[in-house]
């Protein structure tokens, strides 16, 4: 069964909103969420990461808010671009062992 | 290498043929890991390496499909004897020493079995 769910499936935003992504989880094992950036015909790409220590981590226009009480976390992307058209996929492990994803959503912003 | 490297970029094959996928993970990074990508769907985790550590086998669909790393660096994913629903993107990534340390992911290898 998939650890990590995520939603929505997909979602368009007009240039400058802030699209939102969730993530929920249930094994309380989990110590480290990235999220990943996927391009058509690239690999994913690590966009920005975050531990259960901190409630929320910021870069550029990139944002991860973490709720460890209700094992959720979101990705908020600031002041959108068409150049944020992506897939983006959460993710989590337990120490150093492997990732597990998210099913990935495709985020489209429109100019 | 700068980045993961992973060959070919695209292979089609027919049904039934063996196929061997490449990866060439970042130089010094311990940990490997394939995952398969189906069209428009999330990753599937398949196999994970670790220095000399026996690998995490268990997400290979069937005996159909094994993975070697040779001297800790590269490693092949091979799939005997192909089927339709092994068409997907395979993706290989390194860590320096594991996944709390965020993965590298190759650009990946089409296959497209006919």
């Known amino acids: 069964q998939q650890q990590v769910k995520q939603s929505p499936q997909s979602l368009i935003v007009q240039k400058g909103g802030i699209p939102i992504i969730n993530c929920a989880y249930e094994n309380t094992a989990f110590d480290y969420f990235p999220w990943y950036q996927q391009f058509p015909g690239k690999g994913p790409a690590l966009l920005i990461a975050i531990r259960p220590d901190v409630s929320e981590k910021k870069e550029g226009r990139f944002t991860i808010s973490f709720n460890k009480s209700a094992k959720q976390f979101s990705l908020h992307i600031m002041d959108s671009q068409p150049g944020d058209s992506a897939t983006y996929f959460c993710?989590?492990?337990?120490?150093?062992?492997?990732?597990?994803f998210g099913a990935g959503t495709t985020v489209t912003v429109r100019a | 290498g700068a980045g993961v490297s992973q060959s070919p970029s695209n292979k089609v094959t027919e049904k039934g043929k063996d196929v061997e996928l490449r990866c060439d993970p970042i130089?010094?990074?311990?940990?490997l890991y394939w995952y398969r990508q189906s069209l428009g769907q999330g990753l599937e985790f398949l196999i994970y390496?670790?220095?000399?550590?026996?690998?995490?086998k268990s997400g290979l669909p069937s005996d159909r499909f094994s993975a070697e790393r040779t001297g800790g660096s590269v490693s092949t994913l091979t799939i005997q004897r192909t089927q339709q629903e092994d068409s997907a993107v395979y993706l290989c990534a390194s860590s320096r020493q594991g996944a709390g340390y965020g993965y590298t992911f190759g650009s990946g290898t089409r296959l497209t079995v006919v």
């Open positions: 993710a989590a492990s337990s120490g150093d062992y492997k990732l597990s």
């Open positions: 130089s010094g990074h311990t940990a």
């Open positions: 390496f670790q220095g000399n550590s026996a690998p995490d």
